[in-house]
T-cell receptor
Framework: GAVVSQHPSRVICKSGTSVKIECRSL??????MFWYRQFPKQSLMLMAT?????????EQGVEKDKFLINHASLTLSTLTVTSAHPEDSSFYIC?????????????FGNGTRLTVT | RKEVEQDPGPFNVPEGATVAFNCTYS??????FFWYRQDCRKEPKLLMS???SGNEDGRFTAQLNRASQYISLLIRDSKLSDSATYLC???????????FGTGTSLTVIP
């Protein structure tokens, strides 16, 4: 089955530093990948849609200069949390579906738990 | 209006019970439908796709009602291990739009 790999699974960083999270589709090409954030006991919140070779589309209220997304290839998207603050501590998850497969479900990475101290 | 509406619950049911969740969707052009399961502090995992004719996988049955624009998930003979949050996902199959319900929390009690 389709696999999406996300790295790192857990990261602790100090306020003011930047953290990069990678999302890879291992056995399929993904023109589009999605980045979500989930706070404890809350629903998944879509942050942005990452498009290969073009700019990401950000959801309302998500700062594009703070959450930098790069989708340089059909199998890799990265999310960089810049100048992280404690309120950015959350569970970040990426997902992708197979390119060209109209009824293909979303496949999720295993998530990255970010703690900013 | 939200694209997908889902009762957040929580649903607390005894072992062996049958429980059903519904999701309603607003876009009649929606083409594909899925149920996911999310365990605490984990990513969502695909439970099953929902086909027009309805489909069953063991104790789980998914159904689609296009006329009333809802999908359902029925769990029979609930197990403790079924405790999780169940998410419905709807897509018009454009490849870049997937709409999520807020998730329904299920706890199966011994």
């Amino acid at each position: 089955g389709a696999v999406v790999s996300q790295h790192p699974s857990r990261v602790i960083c100090k306020s003011g530093t930047s953290v990069k999270i990678e999302c890879r589709s291992l056995d399929f090409q993904a023109t589009t990948m999605f980045w979500y954030r989930q706070f404890p006991k809350q629903s998944l919140m879509l942050m942005a849609t990452s498009n290969e070779g073009s700019k990401a589309t950000y959801e309302q209220g998500v700062e594009k200069d703070k959450f930098l997304i790069n989708h340089a290839s059909l199998t890799l998207s990265t999310l960089t949390v810049t100048s992280a603050h404690p309120e950015d501590s959350s569970f970040y998850i990426c997902s992708a579906s197979k390119q060209g497969a109209g009824n293909s479900p979303l496949h999720f990475g295993n998530g990255t738990r970010l703690t900013v101290t | 209006r939200k694209e997908v509406e889902q009762d957040p619950g929580p649903f607390n049911v005894p072992e062996g019970a049958t429980v059903a969740f519904n999701c309603t969707y607003s876009n009649s052009a929606s083409q594909s439908f899925f149920w996911y399961r999310q365990d605490c502090r984990k990513e969502p995992k695909l439970l099953m796709s929902v086909y027009s004719s309805g489909n069953e996988d063991g104790r789980f049955t998914a159904q689609l009602n296009r006329a009333s624009q809802y999908i359902s998930l029925l769990i029979r003979d609930s197990k403790l291990s079924d405790s999780a949050t169940y998410l419905c996902v709807v897509t018009p199959n454009t490849g870049n739009q997937f709409y999520f319900g807020t998730g329904t929390s299920l706890t199966v009690i011994p």
